[in-house]
């Protein structure tokens, strides 16, 4: 899993330059979205990202790597709320609606904050999944998966577990993010995990050696 990671960092990374002319951009409340660094495509965005109207994103999953969504705020518009010491404070409520289109099935999902592109947000640096707990209702869920875990040290990210989801079949994920220093962009992974039990120990071994060349 962590060379399919990689190898989808390296592709994002290469294609970054010009993938944004043929991207998805879509506003909402105080947001631009895009899909801009492929493997999935968004189909809509709706909602303004308050607590009561959150941001409604609903995409395609057509990979078994992450998708990632780049998040570019617009300071001054509704989002964003009064100056926290000296510094803007951003608010986004979110609900990411994907339907899995990649022929595997989904035994859990990751959904990871980074300020930088392959680096998971750390503490210092002011994004979280609401650490300081702004929001009145701040419950984390999804409607394919009965756990969640918090992994907010040393980075912020934030498993799903116990449930699944089939190929061509959709799930939902109400998460909640600030950011005491917004900057001009952040990404939000999005990972599958990819069910394996009754896969012989061979057939993994060639899956793994096929997925590092590019072959499936």
């Given amino acids: 899993m962590y060379a399919i990671r990689a190898l989808a960092f390296c592709a994002a990374l290469l294609g970054s330059c010009g993938a944004v002319l043929g991207a998805n951009l879509w506003n909402a409340g105080a947001f631009v979205f895009s899909d801009e660094l492929g493997g999935f495509e968004i189909l809509s965005v709706t909602g303004t990202g308050t607590e009561a109207d959150p941001v409604v994103i609903e995409q395609r999953l057509t990979q078994i790597g992450p998708a990632i969504i780049v998040v570019r705020p617009e300071s001054g518009q509704q989002g964003f709320s009064p100056e926290l010491g000296a510094n803007p404070f ?21 959904i990871e904050l980074q300020e930088n592109l392959g680096q998971p947000s750390v503490y210092r640096d002011g994004l979280s999944f609401d650490q300081l707990h702004t929001f009145d209702e701040r419950e984390f869920s999804s409607n394919r998966f009965a756990v969640l875990t918090d992994h907010i040290e040393p980075y912020d990210r934030i498993r799903f577990e116990q449930g699944k989801v089939d190929h061509g079949e959709t799930a939902e994920f109400r998460v909640f993010i600030t950011d005491v220093t917004p900057r001009a962009e952040f990404y939000l992974l999005q990972e599958p995990q990819l069910l394996m039990a009754g896969i012989p120990a061979n057939r993994l071994l060639r899956l793994a050696r096929a997925q590092s060349t590019g072959r499936q």
């Fill in 90 to 110: 951003m608010q986004l409520a979110l609900v990411s609606v994907i339907t899995n289109d990649s022929r595997r099935v989904w035994s859990g999902f990751d």
